[in-house]
């Protein structure tokens, strides 16, 4: 870092922190994330303040930190890590991500369904996980829908309903949410909510595959990329395991298809991974 920079820096650090000294709630936020890295308890104390004035972002923030989920710290929206000395707390957990969440915050909306699905800090209530999935998915949240799809397919919280499941699989997987992509693969391999179709299923497993083979060298660029917040896959795990099922299950459908069948598929994911992993200009 040259002298300028580090001279611009500690202006921008001096102008938030009088913000936020001043009772700035977004401020104190940003000051929380400034501080992150180089002094923890502080950035807690920022965080709380925050949240405290109702900043939901500070709020889900300070649930994720309680849940002390550290492999889904790495990856959730808001980059935080919980501090050593902070006790893991799901009771807190669930009144920070409520706060958010009531405010519109998908991804507490997310989280407090996990909380409500396992009975952690909340009464174990499937029906409750399902209503806080269906606020976060209908925001867009990915996982949110592919959860939510998870509920319809088996019938926890809501009615045994493939074609929601369906329905929701298929979104999820328009935004590259990894297990909604085998999800609404095997649901075209199984006639489950949608009509059978071999190609279909090839279709999406050979996306899958395809995808992981994109990011593999990435493996932590592979969860970002594909919204994975809690893909069901150890981060210790190896990469071949993440991939195994989707080549099962493409083989298994390529069974029932010609060479053409199978070339036309490839095709088709070739030009839609493009278009879906395509950066922003």
């Known amino acids: 870092m040259n002298r300028i920079t580090a001279f611009q820096q500690e202006q921008q650090e001096d102008s938030v922190k009088q913000r936020a000294s001043s009772g700035d709630a977004a401020a104190q936020y940003e000051m929380s994330g400034l501080l992150l890295s180089s002094n923890p308890a502080e950035s807690f104390e920022w965080l709380q303040k925050a949240g405290n004035q109702g900043h939901a972002g500070a709020q889900a923030s300070l649930g994720q930190m309680y849940t002390h ?56 209530s499937r029906e409750q996980a399902a209503a806080w999935y269906s606020h976060a998915a209908g925001r867009g949240d990915s996982a949110a829908q592919r959860l939510l799809g998870d509920l319809y397919c088996f019938g926890a919280g809501v009615p045994q309903d493939y074609t929601h499941a369906a329905l929701w699989y298929q979104r999820a997987a328009e935004d590259l949410n990894y297990s909604g992509i085998l999800s609404i693969g095997f649901m075209y391999l199984k006639g489950h909510g949608v009509r059978q179709d071999y190609v279909e299923a090839y279709f999406w497993f050979e996306v899958a595959r395809v995808l992981f083979e994109k990011y593999r060298r990435k493996f932590d660029t592979l969860q970002r990329a594909l919204h994975g917040y809690r893909v069901d896959v150890p981060v210790s795990g190896k990469p071949e395991t993440f991939n195994l099922e989707s080549v099962e299950e493409r083989d298994q459908a390529a069974s029932h298809l010609t060479q053409d069948d199978i070339a036309r598929a490839q095709s088709r994911v070739q030009k839609w991974v493009e278009e879906h992993t395509a950066e922003p200009r």
């Open 69 to 124: 989920d550290q492999y889904f710290s790495s990856f959730n929206a808001y980059g935080t890590i919980p501090p050593p000395d902070i006790p893991q707390d799901y009771t807190k957990a669930a009144n920070w991500f409520l706060k958010a969440a009531v405010q519109g915050d998908s991804y507490s909306q997310r989280r407090l369904g996990d909380l409500y699905k396992y009975g952690e800090g909340v009464p174990r």
